[in-house]
């Protein structure tokens, strides 16, 4: 989470006994080079170890607990390629962390070793004032081995992650746990990366796992790579010897609930003020109320997400400045909500193109995107956001799970539990991009102009509804150009207009819409007594994907979306289309999930051509790869369509 929730919802100390003794860490004093496993010797370079050991140790003053992290690799240089990327290498530490000791070195193929000096490590801040440390490899050379430790101090942790899988391969990969006892972990590996496996030493409990032979893993396009990445996740999970399980989604839930319902008498006088010019008993709707709500707050209170200033979590605090973080317009909408009567819970989840929420391990460390859900019209409105609208919420939160607050009350106490919830995706039907396009041609010179309508749905209107609303006059031509996606010539758009602007229009997923008229001059060229219209360039560029190499990573796209296109093609008189099957494409997968279909009428001198690409899902396995690219690319391909017009 956020640490701005970070400081609210942790608090008290954990139970301390004995002592262990602060990180001390070191490499072997007489290395030798390693071997390359067969199938890595074409890499450009190898981890021959990727090893992170985290040691929690109880602080000798106070209740505090240090942790100590220590990453130690070893690289193969195995071409100039890779030379060149570890050379030279960055190593800095998290907020709140300090580096405290950093150690490299350079194993060299006849078996010289050479140590890095003072002056090989140079030292500076980044832009947010964190040292960094800079090494370099001097004399390093194709067959050497690059080696390095460095260790941070951090502030205690209950939740971590680990990340063991790059853009090049790793012949060992290890991680470890080493914490006093009374501390219970758990650990849970994802992408086939182990779980660890712990050992008690005395009064020390070492948690363990390791991988070998894990193979590089690079972006691939339609593709998330992060949720696939090897990785292992870990938690405390009990302290002190007490058999009660620390840290679970009830206990966030109540948190939340703290966090998010507790207001004082001030407070709710204040937010029955802000409601009462409203109106709220004169709307029959819940869901006009909602809306009603939701727009009256970020119409009027102004998002600040620097503002830390723990007054600004009180509403009438929030209420006269004007102004609020991201908690207290969180706090603001739920109280006024609840004042309102209407039903609803607050919950939160992740970015799911990162780090997708597994309900069956309670880390909550990457959850930081609130939300709130209305079980009556089963929609979510997102407070944190100036500018989406109930029921918009970031696609990055769809197809995941959220851990809500469900209140209970029995008798005179009120409290929560967690419900996991789905976060359903939109259909493809309320994502559109379509194209209505009707084209006539001058008569002397047979240039064609090209009257459009751009329409935008759901997600395909994101991100556009806050461009057009914002944009400055004088760059409002530079988008509607940028958004035809036929020219780049500005003085080519003859006229241009939007309709449905306004951030309204996130509540009534009302399509926003570009009309446009363009001067295409580029879409003809004369061969001899003909005339070649490119009319595939009138849907605009579109993506390939015409590359073979095996493809490793299943196909993620951001949201399920169809992408209608109806262009009618007035024909000069005197001249007819001789080739108009040019059009004419069907692919799609076995189940119709997607698509590419394009079909065409011919009525007098009009020739009407329908072309339907959609995507029903957002995510298809691997093994779908070959409809999948054969759908992209037909759309591709139909950029090259070329129709032949000749006299009659």
């Not at 008498?265 to 008993?281: G, H, I």
């Not at 494409?585 to 020739?607: R, W």
Request: hydrophobic share 40%.
């Amino acid at each position: 989470m956020k640490k701005s929730l970070l400081v609210l919802f942790f608090s008290g100390t954990l139970l301390v006994a004995g002592q262990l003794s602060a990180q001390n860490y070191n490499w072997d004093a007489k290395p030798v080079l390693h071997s390359v496993p067969e199938s890595y010797k074409k890499e450009s370079a190898v981890f021959i170890l990727d090893k992170r050991h985290i040691k929690y140790v109880p602080a000798e003053k106070g209740d505090d607990i240090d942790v100590y992290r220590t990453v130690h690799r070893i690289i193969r240089l195995l071409d100039d390629k890779g030379v060149e990327y570890f050379n030279t290498m960055t190593i800095g530490a998290p907020a709140g962390a300090e580096i405290q000791n950093v150690s490299a070195r350079t194993i060299k193929a006849n078996g010289k070793v050479v140590s890095l000096t003072k002056n090989q490590i140079k030292t500076n801040k980044d832009e947010h004032g964190m040292l960094q440390y800079h090494l370099a490899f001097e004399g390093v050379e194709k067959g050497d081995e690059v080696e390095l430790f460095y260790t941070e101090k951090r502030p205690f942790s209950i939740f971590g992650v680990e990340m063991m899988q790059f853009s090049l391969p790793v012949a060992k990969a290890k991680f470890q746990i080493e914490a006093p006892d009374y501390l219970v972990f758990e650990t849970k590996g994802y992408n086939e990366f182990p779980a660890a496996k712990d050992t008690l030493m005395g009064k020390t409990k070492l948690y363990s796992a390791e991988a070998s032979g894990i193979d590089a893993l690079e972006e691939e396009e339609y593709s998330d790579l992060t949720p696939n990445l090897k990785r292992i996740e870990y938690k405390l999970a009990f302290s002190g010897g007490n058999d009660v399980r620390l840290y679970t989604w009830n206990d966030l839930a109540k948190r939340i609930f703290d966090l998010s319902y507790t207001f004082n008498d001030r407070e709710k006088d204040a937010v029955e003020r802000y409601l009462k010019p409203l109106n709220l008993s004169e709307i029959k709707s819940e869901e006009e109320k909602i809306i009603a709500i939701e727009s009256a707050i970020k119409k009027d209170i102004v998002l600040n997400d620097e503002l830390n200033d723990r007054s600004y979590l009180m509403m009438n605090t929030v209420l006269e400045k004007k102004t609020a973080g991201e908690l207290g317009m969180l706090r603001l909408h739920t109280a006024c909500f609840k004042a309102a009567g209407i039903q609803h819970e607050v919950g939160v989840t992740s970015n799911r193109f990162q780090y997708p929420v597994d309900d069956k391990f309670e880390n909550w460390n990457k959850l930081d995107i609130y939300l709130i859900y209305f079980p009556k019209t089963k929609q979510y409105a997102m407070p944190a956001s100036s500018t989406l609208r109930y029921p918009a919420i970031p696609v990055l939160a769809r197809e995941n799970k959220g851990i809500f607050c469900k209140v209970t009350t029995l008798g005179n106490v009120t409290s929560a539990i967690a419900s996991v919830r789905n976060i359903p995706a939109l259909t493809m039907d309320e994502s559109v991009n379509n194209i209505i396009a009707n084209v006539s041609f001058d008569k002397e010179s047979m240039v064609p102009e090209v009257n459009f309508r751009h329409l935008f749905k759901g997600y395909s209107a994101f991100s556009l509804r806050e461009a057009v609303e914002f944009v400055a006059k004088d760059k409002e031509k530079e988008l509607a150009l940028a958004l035809c996606g036929i020219t780049q010539q500005a003085d080519d758009i003859q006229s241009y207009s939007f309709k449905n602007k306004g951030l309204q229009h996130y509540s009534d997923n009302k399509a926003l819409e570009l009309e446009s008229v363009v001067k295409a001059e580029h879409l003809m060229e004369k061969a001899g007594s003909k005339w070649l219209f490119k009319v595939g360039d009138v849907i605009g560029r579109q993506a390939e994907m015409y590359q073979e190499k095996k493809r490793k990573l299943p196909i993620n796209m951001p949201y399920p979306h169809a992408l209608v296109r109806d262009i009618t093609i007035n024909v000069p008189d005197g001249y007819k289309i001789v080739n108009p099957e040019a059009v004419r494409f069907v692919v799609a997968d076995k189940d119709n999930s997607m698509g590419f279909k394009s079909d065409y009428t011919l009525e007098g001198n009009k020739m009407v051509i329908h072309i339907n690409e959609f995507y029903s899902r957002s995510a298809y396995p691997i093994s779908e790869i070959a409809p999948f690219r054969k759908v992209i690319n037909a759309a591709a391909d139909f950029n090259k369509v070329t129709l032949v017009m000749e006299k009659l």
